[in-house]
């Protein structure tokens, strides 16, 4: 087990240089073909030479690699490698730590995310063990439908349609309902408040935990399905186990080792679903802001958070792939 | 090595057998477990399939019952039905499961696996795809005990050790925390028939216990089933399609044809005499049946089968005798009409007092077993010299 993991991480570390090198040729070339982003730092305004080779400076935008178009640009790259590996990230065009930023910015899409695994976690085991539980019936047949009428709305639709017709009315009778001050105008709040982040960033994340929800209901009907037919299921009733601890013990567990690679799977695709959802709700949250970053040409935040999700998502991986080992011995071994 | 038997149940005459029908018997005390007139159906895409129909047996305590029949005659599912765990689509239109007495079949599903959890085990026929591949070897032991009789941890731990221990798993306390797929077929075998004997049941259905096995282990494991079936005086159930495995364990035989029973009887005597041509056939179709006896045929038996064609399919039953379109006696009748199960038969006194009367369902089932030292030469094929002797086939080879 410690082997596997190790190897995991190795590989882990590997994925996320490979990943960041890409990053760094990817913005490169564009630096070589589009010029010196260094401009954006000024806006509209024009800036002299001077000003202009001190912002490069700073930046590490100065070096001549960047005017030769085809140069990877190496040096420039182990330099950047350095300071990430001093804990320095640099900063963004307005001179604020790119740490302090993210510092700000991720517990917020982390209470997003929590709230879109447990929607996630909770829609799917709930329908799908029903719908396998009473394959056939009248119940799974509107689970099934549930969950392709969920596929067929986009996200984005979904919040729009939330944000622009929903929540305005619902926020206004929550405040008549309950006064002012309660918690339930908060959650029906159709935008981000920094005072209240858990109670603003429920519905949104539920909204979101919702769009991904549907393949989970059927990963997960599909999954107990198989085990509920499985012979190793047959042997537990031989022993004569009140049903319950057959569904738990056997079916639940034996169907679980797909649904955590969907979960690790699904993480990669949410956090572009984060992007906009934080955009349309305006969550200040890892996806605000690099939705900003990348509208405002701040290179070196596009970078440095983009980093940081690749990280993240390789850690995911790691979890998940131990997580797998965990609950499926068979792959321990390999 | 014929494991025996104090003979559990009361003497019983064969003058009382022709009152007999069917496995049902006047015998005061209820036999251990009995199936009496068991029939299963499958609702299907092309109808209702019986797959099994009309079966009954009993076994005793300390009695071993090979169940006989090929591919697909339905000795699993009768095996299920007997459980309570048939699958979806599946149900038992007739008869009845007397556990010491009370109809299984007559109680909701959940009293029916409590029932069979607490008394009557099985050993499936797939050992890999029966046990669970996420947990231990340990848990799936005492799961029950820990479940239903309340174990705590380390008396299970204990225990899980004991039963690897005795079905002979080497190294069984390193190997508690092992996983199923960790273990050779053989050992997951003997694991499985562990896992059955926790809860110290009266009766252990075998289903095909060695049939995914290697010849040497196959004997191996037999020998295990068997001597622990002796130690603890259990009824054992013991289902395969090859006859051969039959001879060194069982008492009695039970051989089922397309879901229907064809013939019954003490194992010797259908050794010595098969009263139906399909158990003639089977017997053919072990190599050395008829030289070296059963436990000679057991070390080196090669799956062949000899019998032409293949079993019907219980949706396409043929009219009249179901065997008739590969049985080389059949006539006229055979083709119209159904043989009874009958056991008026007569058979030639013997010492081992069985609980079994003969019958079989074949409408020459006499001529069948007048003719038994014919069969033989007429096979066509080459065989070991040596007279088909009844006597010396039944000749104890444990020395
Ligand atoms: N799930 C099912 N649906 C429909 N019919 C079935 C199903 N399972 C079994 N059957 C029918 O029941 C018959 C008996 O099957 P069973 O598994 O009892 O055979 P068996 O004697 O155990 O054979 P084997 O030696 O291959 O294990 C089969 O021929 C098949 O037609
Ligand atoms: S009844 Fe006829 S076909 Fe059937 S087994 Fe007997 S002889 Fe053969
Ligand atoms: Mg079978």
Known sequence: MGRY???????????????????HLLTTVAIQLNGNPAQAFFGDKVASPAQLAAVEQRFGLDDPCFDRVGDPCLGPFAERLGQYARGDFGTNLRGREVSDIVAAAAPNTLRLFCVVLITWLTLGMVLGSVAARRRGSAGDHGIRLTSVLIDAFPVFVLLIVYRYVVAVPLHRWAEE???????????FKPSFDPDHPWATVVVPGILLGLAGSAAFIRLVRAGQLESYQGDHVRTARSKGLAERHVVVHHVVRNSSVPV???????????LGGAVITEGLMN??????????????????LVLGIVTLLAAVTVVVMIVVDVAYAVLDPRIRYE | MRVRKAGGTGPEGTGRAAAERDGRTASSRAPLLEVRDLAVEFRTAE?????VDGLSYRVDAGRTLAVVGESGSGKSVSSLAVMGLLPDGARVSRGQVLLA???LLTLS??????????RVAMVFQDALAALNPVHTVGYQLTEALRARRGLSRRDAARRAVELLDLVRVPNARGRVKDHPHQFSGGMRQRVMIAIALAMDPDVLIADEPTTALDVTVQAQVLRLLAEIQAERRMGLVLITHDLGVVAGVADDVTVMYAGRVVERAPVRDTFRAPAHPYTRALLRSIPSAASGGPQGADARRPRLSVIPGRPPSPAALPAGCAFHPRCDLAGDLCRSERPPLTTALTTQPHDDAS???????????????????????????????GRRDARETEEPTDA
């Open chain 1, 283 to 300: 969550i200040y949250g890892m996806g605000g802001v690099l939705w900003e970053a990348v509208r405002n040409d701040d290179v070196g």
């Open chain 1, 260 to 270: 955590v690679t969907a979960v690790g799977l699904t993480f990669a695709e949410a």
């Open chain 1, 5 to 23: 993991v190790t190897r995991r991480v190795l590989q882990a570390v590997g994925t996320l240089l490979l990943v960041m090198f890409l990053l």
């Open chain 2, 355 to 385: 609980s079994y009367p003969r019958a079989s369902a074949c409408h020459f089932a006499a001529e069948v077993l007048a003719s038994h030292d014919v069969p033989a030469a007429a096979s066509g094929r080459p065989r070991p010299t």
């Open chain 2, 101 to 103: 007495g009370e109809d």
């Open chain 2, 47 to 51: 109808g209702t399939v019986r797959a």
């Open chain 1, 177 to 187: 309902t309950f006064g002012e001050d309660s918690w339930p105008p908060y959650w």
């Open chain 2, 109 to 118: 599903r959940r009293e029916h696996r409590d029932r069979c959890g607490d």
